[in-house]
């Protein structure tokens, strides 16, 4: 199993970014996914996540209204697109496959993007 995450980089605060997450060597659609993030000298902590349908997200409060979190299962990918992005949003950027959607322990993971936003 693959998860590879690609779309990071520097922008500037007030600036959007769109994540990809591809994933190859199971059946995407059967996985729930989501998105995590780890900062500098943090714990990781969670974004967002994804029903495998499709139908059904949920986003932490810190990005809420800003970040959404969508899939294409025809792609094999997974998507987080970050508008009006803040200093604080600056980590690491993981995607993860789960079984379950409700209880979400990732089971795959990917090896990380970095965001980066410059005040």
């Known amino acids: 199993v693959q998860l590879v995450e690609s779309g990071g980089g520097l922008v500037q605060a007030g600036g959007s970014l769109r994540l990809s997450c591809a994933a190859s060597?199971?059946?995407?659609?059967?996985?729930?996914m989501g998105w995590y993030r780890q900062a500098p000298d943090q714990e990781r902590e969670f974004v967002a996540k994804?029903?495998?349908?499709?139908?059904?997200?949920v986003v932490a409060d810190s990005v809420k209204g800003r970040f959404t979190i969508s899939r294409d299962n025809a792609k094999n990918t997974m998507y987080l697109q970050m508008n009006n992005l803040k200093p604080e949003d600056t980590a690491d950027y993981y995607c993860?496959?789960?079984?379950?959607?409700?209880?979400?322990?990732?089971?795959?993971w990917g090896k990380g993007t970095l965001v980066t936003v410059s005040s």
């Open positions: 060597g199971l059946t995407f659609g059967n996985y729930a």
């Open positions: 993860a496959a789960a079984a379950l959607y409700s209880t979400f322990r990732g089971l795959y």
């Open positions: 994804i029903r495998a349908s499709g139908i059904g997200t």
